[in-house]
């Protein structure tokens, strides 16, 4: 593989990994910035948009759970994957308005350590209940082959002026998250809701002062955080497998992509979630290599990789690298 097409794979791979992260912190990001809540079960949302939107578009066997005790040992609707597309980030969105009514707008006024308990105490909830019902096996999505017209959705594709072959999926993930970046963008930024949120972020107490009810648009914020992430879910789950731990596990990347990025900024997520991506599909390709006559294995410092470069970020620019300092703060 010529030089030109490895930098193709490895920028397309690094944007498709960020574009998970994009998609989490973007609501997360929000969140935090707006309502000042620390909602440690943003994962548990992912998850539930990744099972819900498996189970819509295939049917999965049941082995160890209560639903086959129960007589269910199958489940599924095999509606396809743009049916998930529609409907999971709907019933997403329906799950966040009832987790800010009578989760999060409880614990506005306490600690964050208190919105840490509680939020994480849900995700554990969602994690186990899932145990129950469906077990621990991992689950893999049957990509779509394609879409009406012929379009691929899936297998590989070449590039152009190289030898190189990418998967169609990815680049069609690079897609989907920046349509809806670009209308979640367009919401915060140009519309009277938007203006509200970003007033509300900035000096709560004048909006109310105005007589503006800012618990609407919080709520509606909230779901719309909510349901991003359940997309994340539907769409990343073809490219990973699917069990109930993985909202734990991906919970921490996105955190990481509202510090990088910067509190409350929709441009922000998105750096920060293209840096991240980028920093770890690079070290995993790096592979093994001979530094200095020693044999060194960068994989495994995929992870530890996205730690120093918050660090970095941290040290030198505090409030994030597209973050009001005022809002951080």
Request: charged share 10%; glycine share 12%; hydrophobic share 55%.
């Amino acid at each position: 593989m010529s030089f030109v097409g490895e930098l193709i794979v490895l920028l397309v791979n690094g944007l498709q990994t960020g574009a998970i992260y994009v998609l989490l912190a973007i609501g997360l990001s929000i969140i935090l910035g707006t309502l000042k809540f620390v909602n440690f079960a943003h994962g548990a949302l992912y998850v539930i948009g990744a099972y819900v939107g498996l189970v819509i578009t295939q049917e999965i066997s049941i082995s160890n759970g209560r639903l086959a005790e129960w007589g269910f040992p199958t489940l599924g609707l095999e509606w396809g994957f743009f049916a998930a597309l529609v409907i999971v980030p709907m019933l997403v969105f329906v799950v966040g308005l009832a987790m800010e009514r009578f989760v999060a707008r409880p614990f506005y006024d306490r600690p964050d350590t208190d919105q840490i308990l509680v939020t994480f105490g849900l995700a554990i909830v969602v994690q186990e209940l899932i145990h129950a019902l469906i077990g621990p096996r991992t689950y893999n999505y049957d990509i779509p082959s394609e879409v009406a017209g012929g379009i691929p959705l899936s297998g590989p594709v070449g590039v152009p002026l190289s030898a190189v072959t990418i998967d169609v999926w990815r680049v069609w993930v690079i897609a989907i998250t920046a349509a809806l970046v670009i209308a979640v963008y367009a919401i915060v930024e140009y519309t009277d809701f938007g203006l509200v949120v970003k007033a509300g972020t900035r000096d709560p107490e004048m909006v109310r002062l105005l007589g503006i009810r800012i618990t609407r648009p919080y709520l509606v914020m909230f779901g719309i955080g909510a349901a991003l992430a359940g997309i994340a879910g539907v769409v990343g789950g073809p490219l990973q497998n699917i069990n109930p731990e993985i909202g734990m596990t991906i919970l921490v990347p996105a955190f990481l992509t509202v510090v990088i990025g910067g509190v409350g900024s929709v441009r922000g997520a998105v750096l920060g979630g293209t840096l991240i991506g980028m920093v770890q599909v690079t070290l995993i390709s790096l592979g093994t290599q001979s530094l200095g006559g020693f044999s060194v294995n960068f994989t495994p410092w995929a992870q530890v990789g996205i730690y120093v470069l918050a660090v970095v970020v941290l040290l030198t620019r505090p409030q994030g690298l597209l973050g009001s300092e005022e809002v951080s703060t």
